[in-house]
């Protein structure tokens, strides 16, 4: 094997010799690995639900043909439940907290992850993705975790990422020393090291926004995205807009290319004013990685980071991307709650 190739394994195993340590958190991103393997294969079979049996039926075996985020819930949670790496979990797709079984060892960590974003894309072909988030337990001793395991503030996370399953399938992640990025290479099965020591540009001129609902949106982010379209702006050219609608999707994009991605605060419904975006499963971990590729991620008044989480489904403005466009967001969302 050519010894410049660098696979998703390597890479974890020279990050834990050059931190030391028993390997625990090497095995536990090992499984998360393995468990994007076995949904990528899955989600690249989508296509062929329609023809091999529709949802909720039985297939051409006469098995139960599951929705893909359902499958892929279960997928992670048994990839990680039996390791004894793992005290507790959250996921998107689960009301409560996740034990794990009694007849397991539990362990150190504690993962959280939307297990796949954007299922609702699935049937047009649109990329979707996995997104997950890794913190150390508070609770002492080496039982069960508990709910405040699962509510400590993004700062403290231990390692976060994401896979996007698209016309490749990439797994992106950092564990506090930069970002990397491996593309599946499916013949081999392994995800190698394509993108190295991710950087995200400074400024860009891409904003990411469902503009649909501008006219629910506070002062401030109308008067942002005008001035976005305007020749105003720093650029002295309006922004381009691209929105797939696929939070993991368009957040790839504003990492390699930089620019904005926002999903505000708006005033559609006043029982859900945070948006749309969950702090625990997609907020935190995405703004963990876009930070440590010298990127911002911000409600509009603080950083993401900070959040101090009352609850495992809480929601969050979520405005992320390059340090001086989130920051110039900020300047504008003090004007958010003037009439
Ligand atoms: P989901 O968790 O139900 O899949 O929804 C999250 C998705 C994100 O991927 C995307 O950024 C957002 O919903 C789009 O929402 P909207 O259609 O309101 O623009
Ligand atoms: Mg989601």
Sequence with gaps: ?????ITIER??????????????????????VLAAKVVSAQVGQAGLVDILGAVGNKNIQEEDVQKLDVFS???????????????VMASEEEKDIILIPEQYPKGEY???????????????NISIGTIFSIFRRKTKGNGDGAIEDCLQPGYAQYGAGYVIYSTSTIFVYSTGAGVNGFTLDPSVGEFVL???????????????INEGYYNYWKRGTREYIDYLKSERNHNKKPYSLRYIGSLVADFHRTLLYGGIFLYPED???PKRPAGKLRLLYEANPLAYVVEQAGGSASTGYQRILNVVPSEIHQRVPLIIGSRLDVEE????AKRNNIE
């Design 329 to 332: 967001y900020e300047e504008f």
């Design 194 to 208: 394509s993108y190295p020591d991710i950087k995200i540009p400074e400024r860009g001129s891409i904003y990411s």
């Design 11 to 32: 890479h974890i195993l020279e990050e834990q010799r050059r931190y030391g340590g028993r390997g625990d958190f090497s095995s536990l991103l090992s499984q998360i």
């Design 1 to 5: 094997m050519n010894e410049n190739i």
């Design 73 to 87: 819930n279960e997928i992670f949670i048994n990839a990680l439940n039996y390791i004894g790496r793992v005290c």
């Design 267 to 269: 005033l559609r419904d």
């Design 110 to 124: 504690v993962v959280m992850f939307d297990p796949l974003d954007g299922s609702s894309n699935i049937d047009a």
